[in-house]
């Protein structure tokens, strides 16, 4: 019996400094004659990573999918039922405060603008995420005007 292994292992990069993952092994039995015919054999091994590539990466989507209508749901402030978004860091607010003040901008202002929060205490975890990324894209002009 001759057996034949396909493995694919993907990392992608998320949002938010995040990464995600999939991979897969797969093994199928094939015929001993099928080791004298090397293009058959060629072209079953092609097919068997081929599955197992399309497996990973309809995996890689699924889970983009979700972490994207998560974030989404975060953005929009309507949480899934019973689930609670997390608050943000003291580090993200920290952050938060570096940026606002280096930009001469009023943070409280600006996530009661964005994000209808009271406070930027009230900022959730995913809020918190995309505002940082926000100031800190408005710094990197800042930064080359006044190097002009």
């Given at each position: 019996m001759?057996?034949?292994?396909?493995?694919?292992?993907?990392?992608?990069?998320?949002?938010?400094?995040?990464?995600?993952?999939a991979s897969l092994a797969l093994e199928l039995?094939?015929?001993d004659g099928l080791a004298a015919d090397a293009e058959r054999l060629h072209k079953r091994a092609?097919?068997?990573?081929?599955?197992?590539?399309a497996a990973v990466d309809e995996q890689l989507r699924s889970e983009a999918a979700k972490a994207e209508e998560s974030r989404e749901a975060e953005r929009t402030d309507s949480p899934r039922p019973g689930r609670v978004p997390r608050r943000v860091t003291a580090r993200q607010l920290r952050a938060l405060e570096l940026l606002a003040e280096r930009q001469a901008i009023d943070l409280a202002e600006l996530a009661a603008e964005r994000y209808s929060a009271a406070e930027p205490t009230e900022l959730s975890l995913t809020q918190a995420s995309d505002l940082i990324q926000t100031?800190?894209?408005?710094?990197?002009?800042?930064?080359?005007e006044q190097a002009a």
């Open positions: 001759l057996k034949l292994q396909a493995s694919v292992s993907k990392k992608v990069g998320r949002p938010c400094y995040g990464s995600e993952g039995e094939l015929d092609r097919e068997l990573f081929a599955l197992a590539e100031l800190q894209e408005r710094v990197e002009p800042l930064a080359e």
